[in-house]
């Protein structure tokens, strides 16, 4: 039993010990072997590898894809008319050389974010202060991002001590006023709307003015030319009226005494409660109610 329990306790050491000689490095990972502190060995391509057992050497390892820094402060930076603004943006960014990125930046990737950070702030702050807001807004923008992505590369790829990094590509998702001028902008086109609406208002109530004034005189007129046709109308009926009782009654003026004796009477009895007292033998205005066909014999005779 102790020699089998010898060979077990043997192989299980073998086995660690082979364990911590292997490591796999993936498709997407540089792997970085570490002697004593000091990098041994980069691994760039995937697959199985050999190293020594700690302490003798470690592994640790690093991403090789594209990585994205979105920018993560909120300060303000002035442009060439001292007005305040926030800019939003992002960079593309990936690890080109682990060993000189290693030594000069950190061992992982959130130190290069954190240096990046500053790195791209100061350029964005350098550019903005050489231009307006309206060339921010306009197409000028594209222009600042190639100014900053130049100026980073430089930054991280000049001097005694390279980044090890390549910067892909550098874009600004907002640009905007900071909240007190912001409220301050949207005052102010508020008020130029209002006061454009409150110009549109009044022009068209001078149209309308303007237009209802023109109707009513266009009526005005046409009423009195109604008038003075109907009035015309009237006038020419009434002198035929006229000339016609006149040829009718030249034939028998008795006939038309009797006729406009009849004519007053309605007139003056249109209503049933109508009375008067008088006497009709004392006036001629009866005379025909007296003897009517006496009367009217007589005018014939």
Request: overall charge positive.
């Given at each position: 039993?102790?020699?089998i329990?010898?060979?077990?306790?043997?192989?299980?050491?073998?086995?660690?010990?082979g364990?911590?000689?292997?490591?796999?490095?993936?498709?997407?990972?540089?792997?970085?072997?570490?002697?004593?502190?000091?990098?041994k060995?980069?691994?760039t391509?995937?697959?199985?590898?050999?190293?020594?057992?700690?302490?003798f050497?470690?592994?640790r390892?690093?991403?090789?894809?594209?990585l994205?820094?979105?920018?993560?402060?909120?300060?303000?930076m002035?442009?060439?008319?001292?007005?305040?603004?926030?800019?939003?943006?992002?960079?593309?960014?990936?690890?080109?050389?682990?060993?000189a990125?290693?030594?000069?930046?950190?061992?992982d990737?959130?130190?290069g974010?954190?240096?990046?950070?500053?790195?791209?702030?100061?350029?964005?702050?350098?550019?903005?202060?050489?231009r307006?807001?309206?060339?921010l807004?306009?197409?000028?923008?594209?222009a600042?991002?190639?100014?900053?992505?130049?100026?980073v590369?430089e930054?991280?790829?000049?001097?005694?001590?390279?980044?090890?990094?390549?910067?892909?590509d550098?874009?600004?998702t907002?640009?905007?006023?900071?909240?007190?001028i912001t409220?301050?902008?949207?005052?102010?086109?508020?008020?130029?709307?209002?006061?454009?609406?409150?110009?549109?208002?009044?022009?068209?109530?001078?149209?309308?003015e303007?237009i209802?004034?023109d109707a009513?005189?266009?009526?005005d007129?046409?009423v009195?030319?109604?008038?003075?046709d109907?009035q015309?109308?009237?006038?020419?009926?009434?002198?035929?009226?006229?000339?016609?009782?006149?040829?009718?009654?030249?034939?028998?003026?008795?006939?038309?005494?009797f006729?406009?004796?009849?004519?007053?009477?309605k007139?003056?009895?249109s209503k049933?409660?109508?009375v008067?007292?008088?006497d009709?033998?004392?006036?001629?205005?009866?005379k025909n109610?007296?003897?009517?066909?006496?009367?009217?014999?007589r005018?014939r005779?």
């Amino acid at each position: 039993m102790s020699k089998i329990g010898f060979w077990i306790t043997s192989l299980l050491i073998a086995l660690a010990l082979g364990s911590s000689m292997l490591f796999v490095v993936d498709q997407r990972q540089f792997g970085v072997v570490y002697a004593l502190g000091q990098i041994k060995e980069v691994i760039t391509e995937p697959g199985l590898n050999v190293k020594l057992p700690p302490p003798f050497q470690n592994v640790r390892y690093i991403d090789k894809r594209l990585l994205t820094l979105d920018s993560s402060d909120t300060e303000s930076m002035l442009t060439a008319e001292k007005q305040r603004v926030v800019i939003d943006w992002y960079v593309r960014w990936r690890i080109s050389d682990p060993s000189a990125y290693i030594r000069n930046v950190g061992p992982d990737e959130a130190a290069g974010a954190m240096q990046l950070n500053r790195v791209v702030r100061n350029s964005f702050q350098e550019e903005v202060n050489r231009r307006t807001v309206r060339e921010l807004l306009s197409t000028k923008r594209d222009a600042l991002m190639s100014d900053v992505k130049r100026e980073v590369l430089e930054a991280v790829r000049s001097g005694a001590k390279p980044w090890g990094i390549d910067i892909v590509d550098v874009r600004i998702t907002r640009i905007d006023y900071v909240e007190a001028i912001t409220a301050s902008v949207y005052g102010r086109m508020e008020a130029e709307r209002q006061r454009v609406a409150n110009e549109l208002r009044s022009t068209g109530a001078a149209e309308a003015e303007k237009i209802r004034a023109d109707a009513d005189k266009q009526r005005d007129v046409i009423v009195a030319n109604a008038y003075r046709d109907a009035q015309k109308v009237k006038g020419d009926g009434d002198a035929q009226a006229a000339r016609v009782y006149a040829e009718a009654f030249g034939r028998d003026p008795n006939f038309a005494q009797f006729y406009r004796s009849l004519d007053a009477y309605k007139s003056s009895f249109s209503k049933k409660s109508d009375v008067m007292v008088i006497d009709p033998s004392s006036t001629e205005f009866f005379k025909n109610l007296v003897a009517p066909t006496a009367t009217a014999t007589r005018g014939r005779q």
